[in-house]
């Protein structure tokens, strides 16, 4: 069993504020970052416990042993700007398209032939003829970087995730079609699949897990006794 969910990949394992910015020595690990970004998307506590809500995300992906610590306040300071930029995203996506229903931590599964794939999609707009997926993103944009090179980056890294988000609700519901979009925090930009780039998502899938399969076997062939 696998999960469609990927790691931000623009990390060296800890995110930082600019360094004319960020306080000497005061940093955060970049799954906490992220993963309160996507806490405060998904709970929406009121807006003025979200310092005391980071920290106590914080203190729950602590690994066992390590000590909780607070999070620096200008660390704080972005993370609630990210989240509340990414609602802001999806304030606006419900005004456009006129919800059926919505869903935060939308759980999927997927078989391919013998493979099983789960994951969580971040936000889920429901329409009559439409799914909506919405997925949060903290990467960060490279230096020199220019947006649009960011963003067809990251399309190209988070596509396998996407097309298995598609397929799986494709699949349970032939009588929708389904859109995606990705929100980037860092850029306040998204990057979007229509419905007619999504319509074969089984069949890339696939085609991606068959591609991934021989590549670990040229790097690895199965011996035969």
Partial sequence: M??????????DGFWTADDDEAPAGEYVEADIFGQAVHRLCEVRPPRETWPEFIDQV????RRPGEPVEHIPEFVTTEIETAAASALGYVNTLHDKVGPQATYDEFPISLAVDSIELEGYIDHLVVTANTYYVVDYKTSRQREGESIQEFLDRQKEHHEPQVLAYAAALLQADQTRNVAAQLYFTDVDDVVRWSPDELVSARTRVQEIINESLQEALAEKPIQLI
């Fill in 2 to 11: 696998r999960t469609v969910r990927d790691d931000d990949d623009d990390y």
């Fill in 58 to 61: 914080a203190a729950a992906e």
